[in-house]
């Protein structure tokens, strides 16, 4: 589970939030997905919660561990695939994975059965002898993906995770999803691709200008705002709305 209680991230000097008084609840078995358009705060959510950068207000626990005051345990919890695969690109992709390996303390046994399992699964198998500077961007995900679920997480948090991905490997990655929450795991992934978070959701939250706008089932939404919508014509309702109001808001305080 990841918890969120009134988490605010300013950046610098800055007086504009990039995140602005977010509460959350993400629960365990179910696929919980985190729409936004760009700018939105997704990926500072995403990085406060892995303990990539810290909050300037409020409080991020991860399975119940307070990530600022537990960095390591928290962390130990989690498999994180970020937005930018670039990785240790002098090493050998399974140099990259065993060290991977090392840091989480996963036996030799349990590592090797794990990376026989997701490199054939993710076709990457042949290659991993190579260096990751010889990688496509597409490769690279799909390692990182590979090195992300080693250590079997409790938490699988994902940030644009099928961006460069082939379409057979997105099908995995999706049915990958599905079995750990079957297993009763948390599964968080960000995505701008609406037919995706439509298609495989079971609970998504939608994020504008550091604000949350909605949380809960795609039902949920479409009773809340039109039955009939798809969940990209009800994306962009709710954002729009939240463009108007903040114009609004601004036009009234010059007013």
């Given amino acids: 589970m990841i918890e969120l209680s009134n988490v605010t991230k300013v950046y610098g000097g800055s007086s504009q ?39 300037t207000e409020g409080e991020v626990k991860v399975c119940g561990l307070d990530i600022v005051k537990e960095p390591i345990k928290a962390k130990q919890k989690i498999g994180y695939v970020s937005d930018n695969p670039e990785l240790f690109s002098r090493m050998r992709a399974e140099e990259y994975l065993n060290f991977i390996g090392d840091v989480y ?7 090797k059965t794990r990376i026989t ?36 997480p409790e938490v699988w948090i994902l940030d644009e995770p099928m961006v460069g991905l082939d379409p057979k490997s997105s099908f995995q990655l999706k ?22 978070a439509e298609k495989i ?44 109001e903040s114009s609004d808001g601004e036009t009234a305080k010059s007013e």
């Fill in 17 to 55: 939030k990039a995140v602005d008084s977010v509460s959350l609840i993400i629960p365990p078995g179910k696929i919980f997905g985190f729409l936004g358009p760009n700018g939105a705060g997704k990926s500072t959510i995403i990085k406060m919660v892995t303990g990539v950068i810290e909050p």
């Fill in 201 to 244: 959701c079971d609970t998504l939250s939608v994020i504008a200008k550091g604000k949350i706008l909605f949380t809960g089932a795609l039902d949920d939404l479409k009773q809340q705002q039109g039955e009939n919508s798809s969940l990209e014509e009800l994306f962009l309702e709710l954002t729009e709305n939240e463009k108007s």
């Fill in 117 to 152: 399992r997701y490199t054939k699964l993710f076709e990457i198998e042949d290659v991993i002898g190579s260096s990751i500077s010889s990688f496509s961007h597409g490769m690279k995900q799909k390692l990182l993906i590979v090195a992300s679920l080693l250590s079997d």
């Fill in 105 to 111: 303390g996963v036996d030799t046994e349990t590592r």
């Fill in 175 to 196: 049915e990958l999803m599905r079995e750990r929450v079957q297993a009763g795991k948390t599964v968080f992934f960000s995505t701008h691709v609406m037919d995706t």
